[in-house]
Nanobody, 123 residues
Framework: QVQLVESGGGLVQAGGSLRLSCAAS????????MGWFRQAPGKEREFVAAISWSGTSTYYADSVQGRFTISRDNAKNTVYLQMNSLKPEDTAVYYC????????????????WGQGTQVTVSS
C-alpha cells in the first residue's frame, strides 16, 4: 500500500514562496505520473500540476503557470511543488497524488492521495 505524506505548507504573505514536498513510501512510481491538487474553502478540488515520475514531462493549470514548478527526486521518492509569487487565491489545502497514467490533469485518473497540507496566503 502506497503512502503519501505532504509537508511544507504554512502561512505566507502575498508574493512570497513555499516549497511543498510529497514523500512516497511503500512502492516506487517510476511508471506512474504524480500530481498536485488543491481545494479551497467552498470549492471543488482542482488540478494544479502534474509530472511524469521517470520522465521530464510536466503540465500546469493556467492559474499557476509561470509561478509554480513541479519536480521530483526519484532517489528520495519525493515530488515537490515550488510555489512562487503566491496570491491569496492560492490559499487551499494542497494534496499530492499518484496517477494510473503517465501524465494526467484529470482527478479521476489519480488513485492514491495524501492527507494534504494547508497553504494560506495573506494579503
Amino acid at each position: 500500500q502506497v503512502q503519501l505524506v505532504e509537508s511544507g505548507g504554512g502561512l505566507v504573505q502575498a508574493g512570497g514562496s513555499l516549497r511543498l514536498s510529497c514523500a512516497a513510501s511503500g512502492r516506487t512510481f517510476s511508471n506512474y505520473g504524480m500530481g498536485w491538487f488543491r481545494q479551497a474553502p467552498g470549492k471543488e478540488r482542482e488540478f494544479v500540476a502534474a509530472i511524469s515520475w521517470s520522465g521530464t514531462s510536466t503540465y500546469y493549470a493556467d492559474s499557476v503557470q509561470g509561478r509554480f514548478t513541479i519536480s521530483r527526486d526519484n532517489a528520495k521518492n519525493t515530488v515537490y511543488l515550488q510555489m512562487n509569487s503566491l496570491k491569496p487565491e492560492d490559499t487551499a489545502v494542497y494534496y499530492c497524488a499518484v496517477a494510473r497514467s503517465l501524465l494526467s490533469y484529470r482527478i479521476d485518473e489519480y488513485v492514491n492521495w495524501g492527507q494534504g497540507t494547508q497553504v494560506t496566503v495573506s494579503s
